[in-house]
């Protein structure tokens, strides 16, 4: 091997690939190794009680010294809110662009690791190296300020990781996707390229940011109360739009929800708001004209306890939605929560609101990249491999159909899943052993202890419940002295049950009465009995499965 | 009042309106009450274990006498699920179209109600009448074969309830929406619509269900392999249209799938597969090329014992999707199902298929009328008043307004919901006392015992589990003989925690050695005790609220 030193670059996705949300990918060369991302995924139905979910970090542990770094590409959850978490053990410096080392900081500071932990900002035109990796931060145009994507030059190659990216030309802040260095590193020679499948099945181009502002100008125009307006809290540059429409049509802005106003102080501190707005106190919107308002707030997503959700309510103690009031969502309704936001759009209808979302007006534009722009990043790059990131499989295999399409030989794509390892060298590419990787949940104080058997018993006991069944046992003598006591929760009303839960006490004396004495005093027997019994009962009966457990006291 | 003898004409809307699903409808006049569909609706998350949820129809019960029939608009589970679960105990006619009746037939012989009820069938110009009600079934297009609007003529007018409907102008069957009919009953004067809202938020045309022949017959064309195709069971014109498409690419059909069977056997029976096609035995699939074969399957929502479901897991028995092979998902994704409808598409591109679905190809298109279909009724039948019906509020309010906008006074346009009753005299219409309605769980065999308490408990075992803990207390002393032994379900990993649990154990004695022996003697303060002291340590050590159930035995 030519460069044989560092031997392979090895390519370590941790999470992100083969799902959406809790991106982390590992780039490692000889003893030298960067994470680009360490991002979360809110629980999925099915994860009962489980607040947040990061990815399994140990490979990152295990790499003890030889981790040099965490890269953020950009400052969504996704991409950033594992963080604090993975850094409570892991003392790693972490290099970020202005935005997410904003964010971050905040996270750092409410998890108790600020001032432990160093958080370097990045600069688009400023590379540095770490070890025998040359690091440069491109400038790419996504849904929040301050986007990048990274070339990796390494001994073996450049290796370019695309961060999350769509190519708009008319950004709102003039900062569009960096193609000139973009094409140079193609002339040069990529070796490898990671790129976002997120809207890999998505055919034509991403429109541009500026295309929601014709639909967001019609409602302002036609809107005689309130304009409320909802989306992602870090879409600095949707909300740069709304206050500019602000201004044109006469409407102060104020600012209602926590997420929201935190993220327009970063973007403030960090110049992102040229135009310096004066907000409006929410106290004081009562007492303007409802038509020289517009209140932006969090909770787009429908979220019980955000501003919008309690405004839709009427539940908010300044600000009240009226009959003439529009509201705009904009914001790509994440799937599982679509129930949750249909319910807060029939509130705000009772309470009279004219309500637009990305299912009836063009108020919303994804900001990711189409196929066309997909196939303009590998033209323009001209990887010799390619590996597609951030997408459940379908996306993957997709994207990997499409590098195919546009010349990448088939057998250099790869669409590989977490804890797969992608090993480039000299010689070519291969498949190596796999790594630990997974998904680790949150729950409450715990990191981690929450299991699958745990969760499987939390669904079990979602499903019908729970039947306890007390019995004291003289173990002398095997005779039963009490119970069983039967006891429900989630099963059935007991009250209006009470025959019924008779007869299953009745059913369990009859099957210990048949067993021997010496069975009797033995618990595991007798408790094995107790469940066999009255499952088949509560079966038969109802047709349920509720959680049985039995308890024998001895006496 | 004209027609005295009657009284108002009542309108109780029990189900539907202010949801979707669930749709039945009360049509009172005098001492006549006929109620039009008795549909189900499938349980959200939020409710726990329950299988399926029906209107709350106490209110038809209390009609007694005076009910003379349930008419059914057509056989979507949302319009005649709830019939055999009414049906139990209510011996009312039935009165459906042939593809309803022979679904509802089914239904009653699984609920062994068949032949102790009587279901008859309803043909378009063939109008019929019960007591002061004349009923005339009117021809509707909508995806599922014999739909129908009703309109029922009263002695104080024309009421026209329109089922679910589209104008659809070259429907695959030859049997378009009834416009002259609907046109000359507006000519004569329509006092009532009553109309369907599900796409209300949707501009324009709905596209005709021959749109998505183009979209098809390309995949048919494409694919070098099997295609498999999924739609709603009961959507018999999209299946005829995949029977055709086959013929003309010389594959033969396989049909796979209880639902999708017995669906396509009763539309056989009642003529409504002219090309009567001779299906393949799946068994015989591997036997012959992939590319001579379709696949009807069940299971476009991802449904997790469904055949296609299986078959994207290679858990399948005869058949196995291979690379080369296209999937077919025509139809819409339900709300809450797109997570595993996700799933099962990533294990489709792991088995190397082709998915094509509504989200990348035209592959499907609603059955429910648009916003200008929905304003060419309004037109076409001129009623003087309107009630909105089939939707959320959103879609209610919506449809309100577009009746307002083409012509209705905004007084005499109702979007009531469920329970709201709307009196029609000749002097007016006004909003009446409201009647009971709601939803009734059925939970394996109960039917409405499963109440919001129990959802509760499900709920908050679900989230953090359950602990149990029990003591031994000696009642005439108060001495604590045996405990407290602590069991866990959903909560923590007990082996892993046993230090944990034992902290737990030594703060409920040191609280109970606080108070006195009379305290301890008493269960209930014991309880009490033993469940602030374990709600505090897990709040405070793992921020979690498990289901704390102390149980006291007395020795």
Redesign the interface.
Known sequence: MRSGDGGPLRIIPLGGL?EIGLNCLVLEYGRAAVAVDCGLMFP??HM??VDLVIPDVSYLRGLGDRLLAILISHGHEDHIGAVPFVLRDLDVPVFAPPMAAGLIREKLREHELEGRRSVYVLEVGRPFQLGPLGIEPIAVTHSIVDSYAFAFTTPLGVVLHSGDFKIDHTPVDGRPTDLQRLGELGARGVLLLLSDSTNA???GFTPTERAVFPALEKIFRDTEGKVFFSTFSSHIHRMLQVIELSRAHGRQVAVVGRSVETSLRIAGELGHLPIAPEFLDPAAVDRIPAREVTVLTSGSQGEPLSALARIAMDDHREIHMRPGDAVILSSRFI??N??VI?NM??H???RGAR?YHQ??APVHVSGHASQEELKLLLRLTRPRYFVPIHG???HL??HRALACEVGIRPENAFAIENGQVLEVGADGARIAEPVPAGRVFV????VG???D???R??????????V?A?L?INQQTGEIV?GP?L?S?????EE??QAYFEQARALVLERLAQITPESRADQFEVKEEVRKVLKRYFAK????RP?I?P?V???
């Open positions: 083969g999925e139905t009962f009680g099945e998505v055919e799937p599982g679509e129930k249909s759009i029939n705000m209808c009772r309500v299912n009836i459940e499989y379908r295999a997709r729950d409450g104080k715990g202890d929450v299991e058997v745990i969760l018993d939390r669904r079990h006991l979602s499903r019908d419940g729970l306890l007390v004291g009490s006591d006891v929760r989630g099963f059935a009303v209006e049950t009966t109802l047709a349920r959680v457990l308890f006291v001895e006496m």
